[in-house]
């Protein structure tokens, strides 16, 4: 577990015009893939104005597709059926190592602090009398999902660190489903602590700038008022935009600058895009995801 940390905190330091819509019609369609995390509709309705705008870009049809957990797009960028997707770190690394000329990288998000990383953050109900990971030993603890970093490959790995064998720590260790259901279900009572992601900028109270706790926060789904922060992992690789690496060249050059102009054209899409307030989406290669493709093969290697 020591060498799997060492991986990830290594990650932590490394820090055109338009073709003309004639080529683009190369492509009949455009499939956009978007992760769990918050329920299907939401999802949509977060992405509408990133889908219409790519569709007048390429002038093809764009669709969305919400798959129910993060290896749905991870297996539809694989197979082809998808063409781009906004990917966490731990699901590209899985993506890279089943094949790696599967993707295209193409951008990831920085924070309005110019940072581009994000936080595991650990949190209880305010009212439960658990102020700290170890009032929570014995008790129920949720991650999100297998293919999720800050959900779960980066938590797991610092908190065995820390506590031992989790399953033995906690009185029952399971998978919500993604981290709306872990930060829902915290707040409900059905587990008594879990993780979920932030940029950790900005106040607690409004989710932080960006991230999942936000997006609660901003749908009505929970007050941060009700919840306590317990932990925060070490800071993670902002996760990567990456395109299908077969399509055509003009189709990716069309889609990354569209985003990567996005916060400068379109703020409010921008917002939905991003999980939050962020200054901008920026070029990233695989340097910046070495260390958890590396943690994610020795977790795979273990099981």
């Known amino acids: 577990m020591k060498t799997l940390l ?4 290594a990650t ?3 820090a055109p015009a338009l073709i003309g819509a004639a080529q683009a019609q190369e492509i009949k369609e455009f499939n956009i893939g978007i992760l769990g995390g918050e329920n299907a509709q939401d999802r949509m ?3 509408e104005c990133y889908r219409a705008a790519i569709e007048a870009s390429l002038g093809v049809p764009v669709k969305v597709f919400t798959p129910a957990d993060y290896d749905g797009v991870i297996q539809g960028l694989l197979g082809g059926t998808l063409d781009m997707a906004w990917l966490g770190a731990s699901a590209f690394a899985k993506i890279y190592l089943t094949d790696a000329s599967a993707v295209d990288l193409a951008l990831t998000k920085q924070n309005m602090d110019g940072s581009t990383g994000y936080y595991s953050i650990a949190f209880a109900r305010k009212d ?3 102020t700290k990971l170890e009032d929570a030993k014995g008790k129920v603890f949720a991650f999100a999902e297998p293919n999720s970093t800050s959900g779960y490959l980066v938590p797991a790995a610092e908190l065995t660190e820390t506590y031992g ?3 033995q720590y906690f009185s029952d260790v399971k998978f919500s489903g993604g981290h709306e259901q872990t930060i829902v279900g915290v707040a ?5 602590a879990g993780v979920s992601w932030a940029d950790g900028l900005g106040n607690w109270e409004d989710g932080y700038n960006s991230g999942a706790f936000r997006k609660a926060a901003d749908a009505g789904l929970v007050d941060m008022n009700d919840l306590v922060e317990l932990w925060k992992s070490k800071i993670i690789p902002e996760g990567p935009m990456v395109v299908r690496a077969a399509l055509p060249q003009d189709v990716k050059d069309k889609v990354t600058q569209l985003t990567a102009d996005l916060h400068e054209t379109d703020k409010d899409c921008a917002y939905g895009v991003a999980a939050g307030e962020a200054k901008d989406f920026i070029p990233v290669t695989l340097d910046a995801y070495q260390g958890v493709i590396a943690a994610r093969k020795l977790q795979e290697a273990s099981q």
């Open 6 to 9: 060492s991986l990830l905190a």
């Open 12 to 14: 932590t330091m490394l």
């Open 45 to 47: 309705t977060s992405n």
């Open 128 to 130: 439960s009398g658990i």
């Open 165 to 167: 064998d989790l399953k």
């Open 188 to 192: 409900n009572g059905d587990f008594a």
